[in-house]
């Protein structure tokens, strides 16, 4: 009987930890369904002049991409990003348009770091961090 009691409550409680909605989510430069029903396009770096990994720079630099936010596959708009440590606060604004009700956009991370090879625009993602 304790085995049996021990195997339903493993099966339950897996069954909790698979249904755990995703906290995090990636834009990317192919339409990635976000949130609901909009979906989100790096369209364009304009310029990447973020401090290599692994390097010491006097300034952190920026980077700069072409954002285009889609609903039911209509274009909303195109903005301009810049992300930088200047510009962190205003970004989160802008993201936190598109967040559903009931969740906080923490943070978000863009992917890869810079590093002296070229990156590719497929390469770019930014990673939207929910609570």
Not at 14 to 24: E, G, I, R
Not at 38 to 48: A, L, P, R
Not at 86 to 97: H, I, P, R
């Amino acid at each position: 009987m304790r085995k049996l009691f021990f195997l339903l409550l493993l099966f339950f409680v897996a069954c909790k930890f698979s249904q755990v909605p995703k906290s995090n989510y990636e834009i990317t430069s192919k339409k990635t369904l976000l949130f609901e029903d909009y979906s989100f396009v790096i369209n364009k770096v304009i310029s990447d002049s973020r401090c290599p990994e692994g390097t010491n720079c006097i300034w952190s630099g920026e980077l700069i991409i072409e954002l285009s936010v889609w609903q039911k596959n209509k274009l909303i708009q195109t903005n301009y990003l810049n992300f930088s440590p200047k510009t962190k606060d205003e970004n989160l604004l802008w993201f936190s348009k598109f967040i559903p009700k009931g969740r906080t956009l923490r943070g978000y991370r863009i992917l890869p770091l810079k590093t002296e090879n070229s990156i590719e625009l497929k390469e770019y993602t930014i990673e939207l961090i929910l609570e």
